[in-house]
């Protein structure tokens, strides 16, 4: 049974052999707590080499398990797995991961030194008698923003046929506006997010006399280079990349319910807006820009694993691929064949083999 100590509210009345007691019993009960702490830090020692072991046999389980899997792949003529790259979110996340280490400098940007655009002298007010030791650089990165205004003086010749010629304006020239201002539109509004009235206010902030209509002019007016590039990007992943990845989710368009589809790989990644997230859509997206339907082997396979009926596979049965440039030639082929183009059950299977047709024919996909 444990002791009953005298109260310590009122030590100042105790007797000589009541402080005895109380301070024996604290002693004792302080070597008891002291054993206690021992025992518990001998059994979190314990149960952190316990857990250090689980560790290593889940990552030694996990790496097994991971080779299993290659292998049943291996064995079953499967695509190897991606090869995805560890995020480093949980390393962030670490504690102490952000302290910094002692006795290291603050880390900057340092390589840029070498393009230096302007060198500004400040004088030291030294006393008399002092002597000069030369400079102590400071470097500062900074942004000019400034509005310019480019008068181009063509020249004007009066051949002696009677005929006028005016030298040219330099490439990218053609409109009111500048090379660099459009680029600057595009990154603020593409990449920045900005919307076109905060565009406009931005740039007369600055000094640039443009109005909302010509921003938007300058976003939506001659994008066939941007169109072209997107499709040369989108066709070359689909050409080489060893994996594609898929992805879509509901968008906003012209006041419109749509679904944008996003196709990337490892070094590649597109998007496509339209109205439809059907099968039939995104295979016309998989064909990276062809216009064109192709009846093959590869046509003809799917239509078999899509369960057309075997007249209808019969009809457009060949001996060699038929390229057609167009929908409006290939729906003249198939009613050339007997095929109801206005039954919309059939026609769909038959123009989802052909758009894969057309995709294997152009080589896409072909990993």
Known sequence: MKKRLPSVEH??????LAMRRLVGGLVEELQALKAEVATLRSENEALREDNAQLRLDNARLKAENQQLRDEIAR????????????????????????DRAAGKSPRGPKRDTNRITRTVTLRADAPEGSRFKGYKSFFVRDL????ELVNYRRERWLTPEGKVIIAPLPEG?????????RRACLALHAQGQVTTPRLTAILNSIGVEISKRQVVRLLTTDLEQFVEEDSAVLHAGLVSAPFITVDDTGARHNRRNAFTTQIGGERFSTFRTSLSKSRLNFLSVLRAGHQGYVLNDEAMNWLKAQGVEHAITTKLQI???AIFADQAAFLEHLVSKGIDILDRQLLRPVAEAAIWGAIRHHGLLGR
């Open 11 to 16: 030590i100042e009345t105790l007797s000589l």
């Open 75 to 98: 064995l079953k003529n499967l695509p190897p797995r991606p090869p995805f790259r560890p995020s480093g979110m949980e390393k962030a996340t670490e504690p102490g991961n952000g």
């Open 144 to 147: 000019v923003l400034a509005a």
């Open 173 to 181: 020239v053609s409109s009111g506006f500048g090379r660099n201002l």
């Open 319 to 321: 001996n060699r691929p």
